[in-house]
């Protein structure tokens, strides 16, 4: 009587995907703390925005970040230290304030004026006081190669070029050693069914879809807002796999639950 009764939900699974079906579930149910969330990320736009001009390059990468100081320092020296030089790296902290930060004219470093707990909000912040022609993300925990960015714009910007590109990621345990690389080509049926998009490995143009969903996503909350703008941006924009590793990712459960409240 069960697998009767669960033949529906398999059916639809295998039609839709797990990870849309669930994505769905999470709209409705969680819809009205994203619109308030809408309302304060405007807000907190327009206020730091007053406050001075929009850095503007060829690439913008936004790191969001709350209370990691060292690791922070690690991601902003990993960014800063890309070969393409033409970029501006715009740190977002969720409300508890910023470390002491690298003295370089292409780190722009703000705070909100509260917390969020969203990092999808944090995120949005940063891409909306920019004025690049690309974005790109990295998470304070993480670190990217040298040739990260490099390797990505020689995609987007080649004759026929995609409009978002990610990179393989070099999965790494908290001890530094290596666990595994994890690269795998572009489909977005795939997708549907395997959570393998991750934005500390996406550049992309910047175009109105280039947002995070503002969705509260506690760690029971699945697909994650990586899965979710990788998946609705691929939707109306080209994006292609550069299957070479220049992200080094830390697979740690404190990395994953970490809660941004308070």
């Known amino acids: 009587m069960r697998r009767i009764a669960r033949a529906p939900w398999e059916l639809l699974k295998r039609a839709f995907g797990w990870l849309v079906l669930f994505e769905l579930r999470n709209k409705v ?8 969330l809408r309302r304060l990320e405007i807000a907190e736009v ?28 690690a991601a902003v020296r990993s960014a800063l230290a890309q070969t393409v030089r033409d970029q501006v790296v715009v740190v977002v902290d969720d409300g508890a304030g910023l470390p002491e930060l690298p003295a370089d004219p292409r780190l722009f470093a703000v705070s ?15 891409i909306r006081l920019t004025r690049s022609r690309y974005v790109a993300f990295l998470d304070d925990d993480n670190l990217w190669e040298p040739d990260h960015l490099e390797r990505a714009l020689a995609v987007l910007e080649s004759p026929q070029g995609p409009d978002g590109v990610y990179t393989a990621l070099r999965r790494v345990l908290p001890d530094g ?30 175009t109105r879809a280039l947002r995070f ?26 994006v292609r796999h550069v299957p070479h590793a220049t992200v ?5 459960p404190a990395s994953f639950y970490t809660t941004w409240s308070g």
């Open 29 to 36: 149910l969680l819809a009205p703390s994203a619109l308030r």
């Open 46 to 73: 327009r206020r730091l925005a007053a406050a001075g001009d929009r850095p503007a390059a060829l690439v913008a990468t936004v790191i969001a970040t709350h209370r990691r100081p060292d690791e922070l320092r």
């Open 112 to 126: 909100l004026a509260q917390n969020t707990g969203v990092a999808g909000v944090v995120r949005n912040v940063g």
């Open 177 to 206: 050693t290596e666990r595994d690389v994890l690269s795998v080509p572009f489909d977005r049926r795939r997708a549907a069914r395997e959570s393998f998009l991750d934005t500390n490995a996406f550049v992309a143009r910047r």
């Open 213 to 238: 969903s503002r969705l509260r996503r506690t760690p029971e909350v699945m697909p994650r807002e990586d899965w979710e703008l990788v998946r609705r941006y691929s939707r109306g924009h080209s």
């Open 248 to 252: 080094r990712y830390l697979v740690n």
